[in-house]
């Protein structure tokens, strides 16, 4: 059974600083989604990482999948406050259109 | 556009009432998915659909059900709500055909029962 772990679950950060979420998973996956929720919102797709090396970037955050480490990463460059927001990630079991979801990483920029 | 839409968005009820939570899309997705999302849980699948006439049940399947009768709606009813479904409430859906597989989400419906 496929289990996703994030960390950490609580990030604060200053603008303008770097970081990065972590996102292991314990068995295959092949595939790794990132997604972002705002305070009383839905879930908007971020990336969609469909390979081993995959790499996505857009604006400031940049995400990395390493499937022999059941790795992905979530890096945050000069981070902004609009970036506050709750991040997961999510794997997909094989032949499954099942997503399982991480816990979530709470980010908070503070100026 | 197409979207994916929940009725309601809120909903107060009292405990051992039947509740049905709407859930509509416009994707003309195959699958659907209902999650429900409480403090240190993350998102928890509740059922699910690949067509319809299919459902399947998730790690949280007690006390609720859903049919999919067309390719558009899975409504998700709680037979007798109880204290302990309080809840956020997301309905997704995704393509079986899209490589990428990616759910999009409803807006959600937040369940009080009291």
């Known amino acids: 059974e496929l289990k996703v772990e994030q960390n950490p679950l609580f990030l604060s950060m200053q603008e303008g600083k770097n970081y990065t979420i972590y996102c292991n998973y314990s068995t295959t996956s092949d595939r790794l989604y990132w997604y972002r929720q705002d305070p009383g919102k839905s879930l908007e797709s971020l990336f969609v990482?469909?390979?081993?090396?995959a790499v996505k970037q857009e604006g400031r955050l940049m995400a990395s999948l390493d499937t022999k480490a059941r790795l992905s990463t979530l890096h945050i460059t000069a981070a902004v406050h609009d970036l506050s927001a709750t991040y997961f990630c999510?794997?997909?079991?094989?032949?499954?259109?099942?997503?399982?979801f991480g816990s979530g990483t709470r980010l908070l920029v503070r100026p | 556009d197409a979207e994916i839409t929940q009725s309601p968005r809120h909903k107060i009820t009292e405990t051992g009432r039947q509740v049905t939570l709407a859930c509509h899309q416009t994707?003309?997705?195959?699958?659907m998915f209902w999650y429900r999302q409480d403090l240190g849980h993350g998102l928890r699948l509740i059922h699910y659909?690949?067509?319809?006439?299919?459902?399947n049940k998730g790690e949280v399947s007690d006390g609720y059900s859903v049919s999919r009768s067309n390719t558009e709606d899975l409504p998700l009813t709680l037979e007798s709500a109880a204290s302990s479904q309080t809840s956020v409430y997301f309905c997704a859906s995704s393509g079986g055909t899209s490589l990428n597989n990616e759910q999009f989400f409803g807006p959600g419906t937040r369940l009080t029962v009291l």
């Open positions: 994707w003309n997705h195959n699958n």
């Open positions: 659909s690949y067509g319809v006439q299919d459902t």
């Open positions: 999510a794997g997909r079991m094989d032949s499954s259109y099942k997503l399982i």
């Open positions: 990482l469909l390979s081993n090396g």
